[in-house]
């Protein structure tokens, strides 16, 4: 089976999968057109790695509900794929964007290299082009995958929004909401209501007198630990 964690698959009773809205991680924003995403992108996850072969999952991109959970298509629809360690990994080296949110979209450069390099784990996701999948061959008797795609085509890897969206569903799915009474018990009166003010000093840039954190940005980290700013990687991989 596909692992993705608590990821939920398939529509609440009485609801249509039609009507989600595709899921757009937010280091993507601006990076692939959402249409696009949900019509021409797929969400591939690497399940297992044993010796020389990698096994991975391809479904369909998946989608978010009116409470923000991401939902994927039935796994019946799901491809499991067998590839070669060595292509699996060369093709990732030569066409993946590590995405991440940093402190003013800025990566110094060794945290670049460090993103760009890093190996392969089983969890991993990446949005990748479906064209990719289709376009990748595979042996008539071994069943084993070789990707290649051309050159300037971008995967983007998207494990660290993946592994907090399951951890975010799995922790719905073990801890129901809590009701007003359990909150202001847990919380306390001021957390339970939301209300707690703070009192700015005089000059200061923010509340109690600290600093406003810098707004995170979405930057990735090409191949070679090129640092490209979101809004750019769509330009550099046309």
């Not at 057109?33 to 591939?44: I, N, T």
């Not at 066409?95 to 460090?114: K, N, T």
């Amino acid at each position: 089976m596909p692992n993705r964690g608590w990821l939920p698959r398939g529509p609440e009773p009485g609801e249509d999968e039609n009507q989600y809205s595709p899921w757009i991680p937010q280091t993507l924003e601006g990076v692939v057109d959402p249409a696009e995403l949900a019509e021409s992108w797929v969400y591939l996850a690497v399940d297992e790695i044993v010796g020389d072969r990698v096994g991975l999952s391809v479904a369909r991109w998946p989608g978010v509900d009116d409470h923000g959970r991401l939902r994927f298509a039935d796994s019946s629809e799901d491809e499991l794929l067998g590839a070669s360690l060595e292509n699996f990994r060369e093709f990732v080296r030569l066409h993946r964007f590590v995405m991440v949110m940093a402190p003013s979209g800025e990566l110094d450069p060794g945290a670049a290299d460090a993103l760009s390099e890093r190996n392969l784990r089983i969890g991993d996701v990446f949005a990748i082009p479906r064209s990719v999948i289709n376009d990748s061959t595979s042996g008539a008797d071994s069943g084993v995958h070789e990707f290649e795609a051309p050159d300037g085509t971008p995967i983007y890897d998207i494990s660290f929004e993946a592994r907090e969206q399951a951890k975010l569903a799995g922790a719905a799915a073990v801890a129901p909401p809590l009701d007003h009474e359990e909150a202001r018990r847990f919380l306390g009166d001021e957390g339970a209501d939301g209300d707690t003010t703070h009192e700015d000093g005089p000059g200061d840039d923010g509340p109690g007198g600290s600093q406003p954190p810098e707004e995170p940005k979405p930057v990735g980290a090409g191949p070679g630990g090129v640092v490209v700013p979101a809004e750019q990687v769509a330009e550099l991989t046309v």
